[in-house]
Structures are given as C-alpha cells and as structure tokens.
C-alpha cells in the first residue's frame, strides 16, 4: 500500500442493496448485501481479466506488435555503433508500452508466445540496419526453445534480413539471470558458439550485479540508468562506474552506459573511459527505414 506503491492497486467495486424485512435480522440483511457486492466485484474482476486476455490473445495470434530502435553511440567519436530493438504493442492503446505489454501478457501465461513475437520483430524491422553497426536484441531464458531462434532456421532468419550472427548481440536482463545463470550460461554458450555475442542488461538494478557479471562473463555490460541519470554531478556514482569498468576490463568486456539525458553526462562517460552511451540524448527510438 501507499507509500510503497508508486500507484494505488487496482480495485474491482460491488454493489449490494437490501430491502429492509422485519422477519430477519438487520446484521443478516447487511451481511447478505455485502456477499452481494463482494460476488459481484469478484464477477466484474473476471470478466476484466477475460478481456485483458481476448486483448493480448489477438494481439499475439495476429501479430500486431512492431519494433522501434534506439541508438547506442560511441563516446569518443559520437557515432552509432549499434541499435537496442525495442517492441511497441498498437498506438493509441494500453498495450503500447512493453512494461504493459509484457505484465498483461505475463497476467494471461502467453509470455514465451509474445517473446517469440517481439525477437521476430525486431529481426523483421532491423533489414534497414544500417551497415557496419550491431543490433542489441532481447532475449529470455526461453528463448532457447524457441524453434524459430536454433541454429538453422535463425540463420536463415539472418540471411534474409541481410545479418549475419557478429553483426547481432542478444540482451540478457540482469534481474532476470539472478539465480538462474546455468540456464543462463546455456543460452551464451549456446549463441556465442553460432558467432553472436552477449550484453548483460539493467546491470546495477538488483543485489548480484558483480555476482551477475562475473558468471556470465558478458560481452557488453548495460549498466542502468539509476548509475548514469546525473553521474557528471555525482562523484559517487563516478566512483561506481570507474569500479565497474576495472572488472569489466578484466573480463575483456565493455561498458554502455544507459539513460543517457544531457551532454554533461555523456562527457562525463568519456573522462571516465567509458566506450559507450545510450538514451533520448541521441534521439527517441523509432523505427529504422532505408532511406535515413
């Protein structure tokens, strides 16, 4: 409850009514109006989630989902080195966003069917990558089942859309590794054995992130936004970021800075020898067209 919800939880309402009857007890007749309303917020409780998951069901079976893509820039040069695919439900409606996106299809179990969905998408949206740069895609532990995304139909996924395997990085979320890094060690080896490579993501939102790091030893390690927002006034934050980078260094892995806002704190990126920055700094995702 508040304060430690950002929001409040959403709450179904009932109604219950009662004529008053001589012959039964007021505390009967009130109680049994209460049971009314209870069974009938539990009713419309029902039919919400019925169609929340008519939504998220039709949306997956007909594949309404597109891909936008943000920028990840070289700190020294200023120039692109790669694009993070980002999936967008349809305009104009509550599933737009991927944090609702995916809670709402988590809520109806249809997760690994609109993760499978999301990656085609950001393959299918990425023929326009632009040639000498990396697309960063998100994967889950699951995505090693996907039959779409083994060894020989992936690539021939990636020889249509004009990729091949080193020109790809597949995003592990930190949060999502922790207590899970066998799974998760098999699906790097599995990838890195076909030629792609592996970025660790959200590095610094949970407890484990040396603990993270260490294991999967990634290629790339994403470090969150909570790190980066405001690093050029915060020595603290410095002082985290130098730390990062020296075991980043002694895994042969290197850095990218997310949520990048301001000038000063990309600035502040490259005094502290970091490679790589990412946020709205560079512009909003969008999606990637040939003739940019």
């Known amino acids: ?57 039709e949306l997956v079976l007909e594949g309404c989902v597109y891909s936008v893509y943000e920028p990840i820039v070289e700190v020294e040069t200023r120039t692109v080195f790669g694009y993070e695919a980002l999936a967008r439900g349809p305009e104009d409606s509550e599933l ?15 997760l690994f069917q609109l993760d499978c969905l999301c990656r085609q998408s950001g393959l299918a949206g990425a023929r326009d990558l632009p040639g000498g740069t990396k697309l960063f895609l998100n994967v889950r532990p699951t995505t090693i089942h996907d039959p779409n995304f083994r060894a020989e139909t992936l690539c ?69 936004r909570a790190f980066v927002s405001g690093i050029d006034e915060d020595p603290a934050r410095q002082e985290l970021l130098r730390a990062l980078s020296a075991v980043a260094e002694q895994i042969g892995a290197r850095i990218i800075g997310e949520g990048l806002d301001t000038l000063e704190e990309l600035e502040t990126l490259g005094r502290l020898g970091i490679p790589y920055g990412q946020g709205w700094l560079f512009g909003k995702p969008t999606p990637l067209r040939s003739d940019l």
């Open 156 to 224: 021939r996924t990636l020889e249509d859309c004009k990729l091949s395997p080193s020109d790809v990085v597949f995003e592990i979320s930190e949060q999502e590794s922790i207590g899970n890094f066998d799974i998760f060690r098999e699906v790097r080896d599995y990838y890195r054995g076909l030629g792609f490579q592996i970025a660790l993501d959200d590095t610094g939102a949970g407890y484990a992130s040396l603990e993270a790091v260490m294991e999967l030893s990634p290629d790339f390690i994403k470090v969150d």
């Open 96 to 110: 737009h966003l991927p944090a609702a996106l995916f809670a709402s299809a988590s809520e109806q179990d249809l």
């Open 1 to 57: 409850g508040y304060p430690y919800l950002k929001q409040s939880p959403p709450l179904e309402v009932g109604t219950g009514a009662a004529l008053r009857n001589p012959t039964i007890g007021a505390e009967s007749q009130v109680s049994a109006a209460l049971c009314e309303a209870r069974d009938e917020a539990e009713l419309a409780s029902r039919i919400a989630a019925r169609r929340r998951r008519q939504r998220v069901f």
